[in-house]
Nanobody, 111 residues
Framework: VQLQASGGGLVQTGGSLKLSCANTGSPRRITVMGWYRQAPGTQREMVAQLTDGGSRIYANSAKGRFTISGDPTKNILYLQMDSLKPEDTGLYYC??????WGQGTEVTVSS
C-alpha cells in the first residue's frame, strides 16, 4: 500500500481546498481511512476519519467546515475543506487502518 495525497496549496482565510488520497501500490482491503494534520512543532492530530461502513468522525475544529468522503474499500479518500483558517495550516497525511501513511500534502492558510 502506498497512499498518495495531493491537493494542498496556499489559500487565503475563508478559502477552500480539496485534498485527495489514492493507493498507488497494491490494493488492499482497508476498513478505515483518515486525514491527519501536523503543524510545525506540534504532534500529528486526527482531522477526520471514514470507515468502510460509512461512519464519519471529525475533530471539533473540523466540524461544520470539512467533509470527508471516499471509499476505503477502493483505497480512495477526499477531504473538502471550506472556510479555512490560519490554524488549519499544516502537513496533511492520509492514513489507512492506522498503519499505512502517505507522504503528506502541505496546506497553508494566510491571514
Amino acid at each position: 500500500v502506498q497512499l498518495q495525497a495531493s491537493g494542498g496549496g496556499l489559500v487565503q482565510t475563508g478559502g477552500s481546498l480539496k485534498l485527495s488520497c489514492a493507493n498507488t501500490g497494491s490494493p488492499r482491503r482497508i476498513t478505515v481511512m483518515g486525514w491527519y494534520r501536523q503543524a510545525p512543532g506540534t504532534q500529528r492530530e486526527m482531522v477526520a476519519q471514514l470507515t468502510d461502513g460509512g461512519s464519519r468522525i471529525y475533530a471539533n475544529s473540523a466540524k461544520g467546515r470539512f467533509t470527508i468522503s471516499g471509499d476505503p474499500t477502493k483505497n480512495i479518500l477526499y477531504l473538502q475543506m471550506d472556510s479555512l483558517k490560519p490554524e488549519d495550516t499544516g502537513l496533511y497525511y492520509c492514513m489507512g487502518d492506522f498503519k499505512f501513511w502517505g507522504q503528506g500534502t502541505e496546506v497553508t492558510v494566510s491571514s
